[in-house]
């Protein structure tokens, strides 16, 4: 199985600031197949990202996704109240299509 | 309006079965495969089970393989999870997730149900 790795386990920031979210892969995972999600407390996981770098639908500019092989990063430019949730890496290439174990991003 | 909705949880004993469903409204079900994902008390995420878009192929978690088998019914626009043999250790919330070939990730969920496992 590829096991994900998300670091920090948790991350402080305010709002206006950038933030950086790694996920590094077991093994290496085409850019093809690696998916980011954002999930706020009692709802649903979001998909943001997809092909390591491309935005979804309706999401706004300031993510932005990079990396190849098995490192990876979500980047959020500029900190609004609305981001600070959890974010969680996918790899979607193989089965099992397994997850990151999540980083919390919280407001300091 | 494109959505999914669970229906079926509740709490089970150790050892019995559950089936859940997920309905799908606003598009169609069968060009999509389609997957289930849960997310333990307080935990992260783990991929379940997945079917293809005729319902051909499937594939599964090992920590749910021989006990779960999904399923899916095209002209009806639902999909089910049949639960057997059930343990602690499956008690989560049950996402239902549709996944586009184009995108190779989920992107429409499920709001979730709540599965717990409990004597």
């Known amino acids: 199985d590829i096991v994900l790795t998300q670091s920090p386990g948790t991350l402080s920031l305010s709002p206006g600031e950038r933030a950086t979210l790694s996920c590094r892969t077991s093994?290496?995972?085409?850019?093809?197949?690696l998916v980011w999600y954002q999930q706020k407390p009692g709802q649903a996981p979001r998909l943001l990202i997809y092909?390591?770098?491309s935005r979804a639908t309706g999401i706004p500019d300031r993510f932005s996704g990079s990396g190849s092989g098995t490192d990876f990063t979500l980047t959020i430019s500029r900190l609004e109240r609305e981001d600070f949730a959890v974010y969680f890496c996918?790899?979607?290439?193989?089965?099992?299509?397994?997850f990151g174990q999540g980083t919390k991003l919280e407001i300091k | 309006q494109v959505q999914l909705v669970e229906s079926g949880g509740g709490v089970v004993q150790p050892g019995r079965s559950l089936r859940l469903s997920c309905a799908a409204s606003?598009?169609?079900?069968?060009?999509?495969?389609m997957h289930w994902v849960r997310q333990a008390p307080g935990k992260g995420l783990e991929w379940v089970a997945v079917?293809?878009?005729?319902?051909?192929?499937?594939d599964y978690a090992d920590s749910v393989k021989g006990r779960f088998t999904i399923s899916r019914d095209n002209p009806k626009n639902t999909l089910d999870l049949q639960m057997n043999s059930l343990r602690a250790e499956d008690t989560a919330v049950y996402y239902c997730?549709?996944?586009?070939?184009?995108?190779?990730?989920?992107?429409?969920w499920g709001q979730g149900t709540m599965v717990a496992v409990s004597s």
């Open positions: 093994q290496s995972v085409s850019r093809d197949y």
């Open positions: 997730a549709r996944a586009p070939v184009t995108i190779q990730g989920f992107d429409i």
């Open positions: 079917i293809s878009y005729t319902g051909g192929n499937k």
């Open positions: 606003g598009f169609t079900s069968s060009n999509y495969a």
């Open positions: 996918q790899q979607s290439g193989s089965s099992p299509y397994t």
């Open positions: 092909g390591a770098s």
